[in-house]
């Protein structure tokens, strides 16, 4: 059972619904759930990169698929500073192609990320490391490969180009591939991301906390105003000193006894932890990471996982998907740890939430040499009709 409380009360939907929220991370997510919209509009432009964009028809009758309920072109407006509409005299139609700084930023990201190999081959070792089987799925891969930072090549600049670590085989079911290490018992086992800080806390001078009790521990912080009763507080404490094997650790044979099954929890959050510390941003959907559930041996609900622990992980359900965050990885909403893919993605974030403002309000036509402040001044009707539109989705966080 979960230290923090019994649920069998209450459905999956309400559990989700009654948790503590943080308003850094859902103000940080409004961003987010139209950045991923605004990325797949992207990567369709980039997909051809002979054609100078992509037609407003075909990205209408993709509306639905990409989430856009007041249609392509709407969207598109809403963001000046990413896309450009224009007629292209020669198909007769309109086209929307991406803007000298979107381009510039896609150019960052992709310098960065090739600048990263052997961060992104350390990663994928560690993944499949994580496995007791050593085998991961490839299609599970593809979902999370924009989030471990792999090219979109992988299969070729990463897996292929190291074939003396990596192989990959034909998987029982048809169409379906497996990526295994070509070694399953690689020597210099890794050291997970937790124990790292667990060092780090054990070394500064004011830590009061017991050196026996750090050796299972793991950062806690809770979203603010959150009640933490005595009763609560004595159970985390609890759950803490709890023994339990690491995610690069043999599980070996699994217990059904009490303590068994909270050991078997404890080991589920290391793995899931160590997870999110991998990951470009240290935030993942929460669909994609269950992809990856058995391979782990993780025999629980993920997402009731995240929300049991909300001192270590925060579940947004806006943009109607659920994304969980490493909480420590974050501090006013920023990594506190960034890095040059998370850097170039950041500045493509701060175009989506820079909206309209620095347009000129009908024209569109771009100002120069104006500040954001004076922009917010200049647009405040603009920033209106933006609110109005955006009310539709406050639905979302149920």
């Given amino acids: 059972m979960p230290f923090v409380g019994v649920r069998s009360k209450t459905t999956s939907s309400q559990y989700v619904a009654s948790r503590a929220r943080d308003a850094v991370f859902e103000k940080l997510m409004d961003k987010y759930k139209n950045l991923v919209k605004v990325i797949a509009i992207q990567d369709l432009i980039l997909a051809n990169p002979k054609s100078p964009g992509v037609s407003l028809d075909f990205l209408s009758r993709l509306s639905q698929r990409l989430h856009l309920p007041r249609g392509a072109s709407s969207f598109l ?31 960052l990201e992709a310098e960065a990320i090739n600048a990263s190999l052997p961060l992104v081959v350390d990663r994928l070792l560690r993944l499949l490391s994580m496995s007791p089987s050593k085998m991961l799925p490839l299609r599970a891969i593809f979902k999370v490969w924009r989030e471990l930072g792999l090219p979109d090549d992988f299969e070729d600049s990463v897996i292929a180009q190291n074939s003396h670590i990596f192989q990959l085989c034909d998987a029982h079911e048809p169409n379906t591939h497996i990526l295994k290490l070509a070694d399953e018992n690689p020597g210099n086992p890794y050291v997970a991301a937790v124990e790292n800080w667990r060092v780090k806390e054990c070394c500064m001078q004011e830590c009061s906390v017991d050196r026996i009790e750090m050796r299972y521990s793991f950062k806690h912080g809770y979203p603010p105003g959150m009640k933490l009763s005595k009763n609560f507080r004595a159970k985390v404490k609890e759950w803490l000193s709890l023994r339990y094997v690491g995610p690069y650790e043999d599980m070996g044979v699994k217990k059904r006894s009490k303590a068994g099954m909270r050991a078997l929890e404890k080991r589920a959050v290391g ?86 403002r620095g347009f000129y309000n009908g024209t569109m036509k771009p100002r120069d040499n104006i500040s954001c402040e004076e922009a917010e001044r200049d647009t405040i009707s603009c920033q209106e009709a933006e609110l109005k539109e955006e009310d539709n989705d406050q639905h979302d966080d149920f």
């Avoid at 224009?86 to 381009?103: E, M, N, Q």
């Fill in 271 to 356: 793995v899931v932890h160590e997870f999110l510390s991998l990951t470009v941003e240290k935030m993942v959907e929460v669909e994609k990471i269950s992809q990856f559930r058995k391979w782990f041996g993780i025999d629980l609900n993920v997402r009731d996982l995240f929300l049991d622990h909300p001192g270590i992980f925060y579940l947004s359900t806006k943009g109607k998907r659920h994304t969980v965050f490493l909480r420590e990885a974050y501090e006013r909403g920023c990594l506190i740890e960034p890095n040059a893919v998370y850097d170039a993605r950041r500045k493509l974030l701060d175009l989506v939430a820079l909206g309209r």
């Fill in 77 to 107: 407006r809403k963001y000046p500073h990413i896309f450009q509409i224009f007629y292209d005299a020669t198909k007769y139609r309109p086209f929307c192609r991406l803007t000298d700084a979107a381009i510039e930023i896609s150019c």
